[in-house]
């Protein structure tokens, strides 16, 4: 008896652990989506999560310096990819908004996707956007200083895993 009252009770405090984690990743989700223009830190959190860069319990204030702190490559099991941290941070503080470009940008070098030839030589926000929106990443006008909501953004992010999962993104 006593043997079934322990495990029911270790199973309970897991389960809690566990809804927690699920809250907490959850919450900043909902905060995404919320935001009518993303800004850096939700936007940091978004891709290194998807990337696999960081755990679903991490918040955005790690993500964020983790981020900062510089390059570092780490295997990404979920997707099958090689997400790394993005190699230009681009020193804005977490409530600072991010545009198209800027989440393109991220989200390229998040991701490892190669680019067009100017993305190439130059790395810049113009070119990632431009190179996203030939892949059918973005859908719509993707002028690369327009504002980003969440909603797009993890539209975005969520066509970079499809596409990345049919192999369609290297």
Do not use: C
């Not at 960081?54 to 900062?68: C, Y």
């Not at 490892?112 to 130059?122: F, K």
């Not at 980003?148 to 539209?155: F, N, P, Q, V, Y």
């Amino acid at each position: 008896m006593q043997k079934r009252t322990v495990t029911t009770v270790a199973i309970l405090l897991l389960i809690g652990a566990v809804g927690h984690v699920t809250a907490q990743s959850n919450q900043i989700i909902d905060e995404v989506l919320a935001q009518d223009q993303i800004d850096y830190g939700h936007a940091i959190y978004l891709l290194l999560s998807a990337g696999g860069i960081i755990d679903d319990d991490a918040t955005v204030e790690e993500a964020h310096r983790l981020f900062e702190s510089g390059p570092a490559s780490r295997s990404n099991g979920s997707t099958g990819g090689s997400a790394r941290l993005p190699q230009t941070p681009l020193g804005y503080p977490p409530d600072h908004p991010v545009t198209l470009g800027e989440f393109s940008l991220l989200t390229m070098e998040t991701f490892g996707i190669s680019g067009g030839w100017m993305y190439t030589i130059t790395s810049r926000p113009r070119y990632a956007a431009r190179e996203l929106a030939f892949r059918n990443v973005i859908q719509g006008r993707a002028y690369p200083r327009m504002e980003l909501s969440g909603e797009r953004a993890m539209r975005i992010v969520g066509r970079v895993l499809a596409l990345e999962e049919e192999g369609r993104l290297r």
